[in-house]
């Protein structure tokens, strides 16, 4: 059973995502929050599997919210989805930073979400390739604040999977590129993950691009 967080400030939003998700078999919203403090709170108090955060909220907003569940050790096994009613934004970007392991935006098909909160569930990151590179193309390019250091700690190997996966290949697309077994794959990403202390996948593709492994016009 997948266990749903819902953050927003909007009790119709919320009241139509929790009708939504409940429908489904396999997903349970366990608890709702109106602001960023709350979800804190009460992430900590039922652990979720997924927290399904509106970005902009009274008190605190959602991208501090993500912050503080991403930087607490408690919850490393809760997985943020940003949610936005404007698509592609500096909100998203900076909320990917934050530890999001990717975002819907709030008038996405029923299916979508469903689709995109089991994804998140099982830790992989909900990001598209073509918008990636338009999300950092639009903002990590931009940005004059250092690059992060970071690289030295990584095997060429790891440099190399770190690369691949932020243009969007998965691990078995990866162990074909590399010449080498899903599992083996699977390792590399995950040793990377661990050296650079990526909280997921999107916080690795993040990374990838911030520190010029990647750039924004990059393609495979």
Not at 212 to 220: I, M
């Amino acid at each position: 059973m997948i266990r749903v967080l819902l953050v927003d400030d909007q009790a119709l939003i919320r009241g139509g995502f929790r009708a939504l998700l409940e429908a489904e078999d396999d997903i349970e919203v366990v608890a709702e929050a109106v602001n960023g403090e709350q979800a804190v709170a009460l992430a900590l108090e039922h652990l979720p599997d997924v927290a399904l955060v509106d970005v902009q909220m009274p008190v605190m907003d959602g991208i501090e919210a993500t912050r503080r569940i991403a930087a607490d050790e408690r919850l490393s096994g809760v997985h943020v989805v940003i949610l936005t009613n404007y698509g592609l934004d500096e909100y998203v970007y900076n909320a990917l930073r934050a530890g999001a392991g990717g975002f819907l935006v709030k008038d996405t098909e029923p299916a979508d979400l469903l689709q995109g909160v089991r994804v998140a569930a099982r830790g992989d990151a909900l990001l598209s390739p073509a918008i990636t590179r338009r999300l950092i193309g639009e903002y990590v390019a931009r940005r004059p604040e250092p690059r992060p250091d970071g690289m030295d700690v990584l095997t060429n190997r790891e440099r190399e999977v770190t690369a691949l996966v932020a243009r969007g290949l998965s691990n078995d697309e990866i162990a074909a590129h590399m010449v080498i077994s899903p599992t083996t794959a699977k390792t590399h990403v995950s040793r990377a993950m661990t050296k650079l202390r990526a909280r997921d996948r999107a916080q690795l593709v993040v990374f990838a691009y911030e520190s010029g492994l990647v750039t924004p016009r990059a393609r495979h």
